[in-house]
């Protein structure tokens, strides 16, 4: 289906993966817009619901703990100049080798609405070895051990934890699909469909059709002007077979 087709067929309700300033390493901005300008996009989208999902802790440019108080102000501003769109909190949480195996401990979960969770490149030896992998000739042998190692990680993570989405599955670290999937059936976690990322891509989202799993495109915006985007993800959820009634937060726009 072609995006004119698809823009006026379909639209984005909600979007459940945005960065923010809060996004941070110091002074440089990760994620470039503020809460309220993220906010302002998706109202003039037309989105009904926005989430605020900056990186977990761990991140290069992670979320300090000690911001939420002030990320929670700016929502509540937010929240009175666009008072027609509900704004909630998440986190998008990196999976890492802890006890819970997150970067978000059991304890910090009750300070979001919701916990989103993904690979990124933390400076850890493991995701080293997986950025490493993308970017140097690297054998089946060691390919396949991360595949596996990043498949029992985020087995962990999801059974340990109640998450909501599974940011870009595949993208930054090999990952045994079909585990995955069957993962996110047993764990109901939703299965992003991201329009930053290349992953997943039509092949893989096949797999994840086959389990009874639903989907969420999201924009993964690090600007505000990319809040709501969705016409991409959807064509290629289209072009995988994916009925889109599956995608939680798209709606199909019926003639009168
Ligand atoms: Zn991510
Ligand atoms: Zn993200």
Redesign the pocket.
């Known amino acids: 289906m072609d995006p004119e087709t698809i823009k006026q067929k379909f639209r984005l309700t909600a979007d459940y993966?945005?960065?923010t300033i809060y996004?941070r390493l110091g002074p440089y901005l990760h994620g470039k817009g503020k809460v309220v300008e993220n906010v302002a996009v998706a109202f003039g989208k037309g989105l009904r619901e926005i989430a605020l999902?900056?990186?977990g802790p761990s991140d290069f440019y992670g979320l300090s703990i000690r911001n939420i108080p002030q990320i929670r102000k700016d929502i509540a501003a937010a929240a009175k100049r666009f008072p027609r769109i509900n704004i909630l909190l998440g986190v998008?949480a990196d999976i890492v080798d802890t006890p819970n195996g997150l970067d978000v401990t059991e304890e910090e979960f009750g300070l979001f609405d919701f916990v989103?969770a993904?690979y990124?490149y933390v400076p850890n030896s493991h995701m080293i070895q997986n950025w490493l992998s993308f970017r140097l000739p690297c054998p089946d042998s060691v390919r396949e051990r991360l595949r596996k190692q990043n498949t029992e990680r985020i087995i962990k993570a999801l059974t340990s934890n109640n998450i909501y989405i599974l940011?870009?599955p595949g993208d930054k670290a090999y990952i045994d699909t079909h585990a995955v999937a069957k993962v996110c059936e047993e764990t109901d976690t939703l299965v992003e469909i991201?329009a930053?990322h290349r992953h997943p891509d039509c092949e893989e989202l096949k797999i994840f059709a086959g389990y009874d799993v639903k989907f969420v495109i999201?924009s993964?915006a690090?600007r505000p002007e990319k809040v709501g985007r969705y016409v991409k993800s959807l064509q290629l959820a289209l072009s995988a077979g994916i009925d889109p009634e599956r995608i939680i937060n798209i709606e199909e726009l019926r003639a009168e």
Request: proline residues 0%; charged residues 20%; glycine residues 6%.
């Open positions: 993966h945005t960065h996004s999902t900056d990186h998008e989103n993904g990124h940011t870009h991201n930053r999201s993964d690090h």
